[in-house]
Structure formats: C-alpha cells, structure tokens
C-alpha cells in the first residue's frame, strides 16, 4: 500500500504567485477596459543579448554536423564553461575556486531546492525573513521545518533571522545555533546587500559553530557599491563553510533558456566526508540538466562583447529601479533597496497589510506589484516591485502612482 510523503501537504495551500494571478485575472475580467501594468513577479523581458545569440545559432549549428555532435554533457557541466566561470566570477576577483568545485545546472532554482538533501534529515534551518521562498518549502518538503502556524505565518522548526528597517535589513546572528544557514545577497525581495565586513561575521560564526551557509547570489550582477561582496569566498575563511548558489537569470536574461552553477569547494568536510563529493551524486548528475547549447550561450557572457552587452541589460534594469525609487518618493513612501538588486521595497501606509496594498494598488493604479508578507512573516508591512520591466512600463506605473497622492 503506497503513502504520498505528507511532508508535501504541509504546505500552505496556494503559492504567492498563483494568488497574485487569480486577483489579477478577475480584476481584469471585472475591467476589461483597464491596462494593468506587472511590476510583481521577478522576469526579465529584455531579449538575450546578440554575442548570447550568436552561441547559440552556432552551437545549434554544431549540433548539426556528426564531428561537432554533442550527446550526454559531463558530469559537472562542460569544462569549456566551468573554465569561463572560474575565471570570469572568481579569479578575476583575486578569489580562489576551481573547475573541480564548480556544478553547472539548469538553473538556481532547482539548485537551492535540491542542496538540503545532501545534509542530515535533523538539520536546522535558519533564513533571512523575508526572503526568496523556495528554501523554506524545500525543507517543508524535506520534513525538516516542524508545524506551520497559519496565524503567525512561520514553521516551529525554523530559525527566522528578521531583516526589517529597524535593523537596516541586515541579519542579526541567532539565538539558536542552525546547522543550515540561507543567506541570500543581494537579496530577493528587499533589494537589500550585506557589505563584506557584515558577511565576514556571518563566515566566522559558521565556522565557529561548524555550520554551512548556502549562500545565494543570483543577483550580484546587480552590485553597484564596492563594500558589498560579489561572492562570498571573498570572505576570508568561506571555503571551509560555504557553499555558492549562482543563476544565468537576472544577469543575462536565461529565465527561460535555463542556466545555473553550484559551487562546493573542496574544503567543506563532515569528518572525512567532502560534500564537493556528493553533491556529485544528486539528482540528475550525468545530464545535470543544460544542454550543450545552453552551456555555449553560458560562455559567451564571459566573452569581452557579452560582458559589454550584459553590462547595458543590468544598467537598463537599473535605471527602471531608479525611476521606481524616485516616483514612490515622490508619491511620499518610505522606500528601501534599488540600488545593488533590481527589487524595490516599500513600507505600505500605516494601518493596511501588504496584501490590502495590493488590491488598493491593482484597483486605483492598475498597478500589480508583490505583497512582503508573501515572502516570510517579517515582510508583512513591505510590499516589493521589481525593476524587470520595460522603460515604458515602469515610468507609466510611476505616473499613475504619483496622480493618485494628488
Ligand atoms: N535565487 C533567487 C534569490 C531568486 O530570486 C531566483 C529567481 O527569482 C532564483 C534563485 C532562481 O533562479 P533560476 O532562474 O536560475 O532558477
């Protein structure tokens, strides 16, 4: 007689997204004449850049010809890539990593839902709140995060680490000591960076207290200020704590092409147990889920015109964030975040919800941003807009957002 894993049915029934979907969806049947403009969820909309586009045209030719066929990519993804990244993310910041501890993939995604498994079902989490929602369910899923109180929004077996303004939306270490530590920056939703002296305490504690911090840095193409951290082995000690967790996403716009990579390094060990060794073993090892053609479009944003191209996506996006920051100044909100990640978040008026923001938002401007309290218990009060949209878009919402303070 089979048994579904009810770990599964622990979690809260609808997903952040497919609610936003659901109310736009009437909103938009119930006002057919009404342009709604998508400053919520956190897809880019620019097209890939042309030196992307040119890999890819060539290598799909490739796959064409016998002699330049590719079947199965190795194990750890494609050393042409691996090389590219160890140069390109790492040495070039006088930072030490290798080919060996790189694993590219399909995506972050699936990367920091999978990395909990290869640590011990007794593991405690501890994560930023609020913050990208993925690591919390796939511990739920994973059976590791206790009851979920509907009231309070949070897990009994969960370290919440609270990053709201009165402590500048930096963690404070705690009380508690986790084995698993996610720490996403810069981070999704806030918009907020640790600096390097910020992320160095975090490292050292780690090591202190002999824990790993699954360190997610999907949007450090987005870094403009020089104290903040582009990966966290440029903290002294970090090889030995850390682990990285890098997208393709935000910084060149593969969302839907799909590209990734994890980096395990060599001296993070249990005893004598290397975990570089079994993330080697994880799910999907031997596909590891980019396909050749992907993995040469991945190279060519290491390339001198891709760098130059990606550079113009990441700036276009920042000007949108800009323009965001401004407006809702302007429009009198107290505003966070926007200038080293393409999020803005924004304190809601006294006395709504994040979600009550949402519907007066979506009603009065036809505007759809993200409620905070949909990304953790502390992101009640928040509400988040993202800088992926297009020029046009973005300066429209902004106007519609001012009128409405007039
Ligand atoms: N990590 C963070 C913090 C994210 O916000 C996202 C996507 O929004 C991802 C990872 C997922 O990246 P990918 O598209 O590579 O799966």
């Known amino acids: 007689m089979f048994h579904v894993n009810e770990n599964y049915l622990k979690l809260p029934g609808s997903y952040l997204f497919s609610t936003i979907g659901r ?3 009437e909103f938009q049947e119930a006002n057919p004449d009404k342009t709604v403009i998508r400053l919520g969820i956190g897809d880019v909309t620019q097209p890939l850049a042309p030196a992307i586009i040119q890999a890819l045209h060539d290598a799909v030719d490739e796959m064409g010809k016998a002699e330049t066929f590719h079947g199965y990519a190795p194990d750890l993804g494609y050393e042409f890539l691996r090389n590219a990244i160890v140069e390109g ?12 501890e790189i694993f590219v993939s399909d995506g972050a995604k699936i990367d920091s839902s999978n990395i909990q498994e290869i640590f011990a079902p007794e593991s405690r989490i501890a994560v930023c709140d609020p913050v990208y929602p993925v690591y919390v369910d796939s511990n739920v899923m994973a059976g590791r995060t206790g009851d979920y109180d509907a009231e309070t929004g949070t897990w009994s077996n969960v370290i919440y680490m609270p990053c709201t303004k009165e402590n500048n939306f930096v963690p404070q270490l705690p009380e508690e000591t986790p084995d698993l530590i996610y720490i996403c920056s810069p981070n999704n939703p806030i918009g907020s960076a ?4 910020q992320l160095q305490v975090w490292v050292d504690y780690a090591n202190e207290k ?3 911090i699954l360190f997610d840095a999907a949007y450090e193409a987005y870094i403009s200020e020089d104290n903040v951290p582009h990966t966290i082995y440029e903290c002294e000690g970090a090889r030995t704590c850390a682990i990285e967790l890098k ?13 990734g990579y994890t980096v395990v390094p060599k001296d993070l060990k249990d005893g004598d147990v290397m975990l570089n060794s079994l993330w080697a073993r994880r799910h999907g090892t031997k596909y590891n889920g980019a396909p050749y053609i992907v993995q040469k479009a991945g190279a060519a ?16 996006y920042m ?13 009198g909100y107290e505003v966070f975040g926007g200038v080293n990640a393409p999020y803005i978040w924004l304190k809601v008026p006294e006395g709504m919800t994040s979600w009550q923001f949402f519907d007066y938002l979506l009603e009065t401007a036809n505007v759809v941003g993200t409620p905070g309290s949909g990304f953790g218990p502390s992101g009640e009060g928040y509400f988040r807009l993202t800088a992926f949209g297009t020029h046009e878009n973005t300066a429209a919402a902004m106007e519609r957002i001012k009128a409405l303070k007039k």
């Open 319 to 331: 000007e949108n964030a800009r323009v965001i920051k401004e407006g809702l100044k302007e429009a």
């Open 89 to 100: 993310d790492y040495r070039a910041r006088g930072v030490e990593v290798y080919a060996d």
């Open 247 to 259: 997208s393709f996403s935000k910084n060149a716009g593969f969302t839907g092409v799909r590209l």
């Open 23 to 25: 109310k736009v969806r």
């Open 210 to 212: 002999g824990a790993v």
């Open 301 to 316: 944003v290491y390339t001198p015109e891709g760098k130059e191209q990606l550079k113009k996506q990441v700036a276009y």
């Open 194 to 197: 640790m600096t390097k002296d």
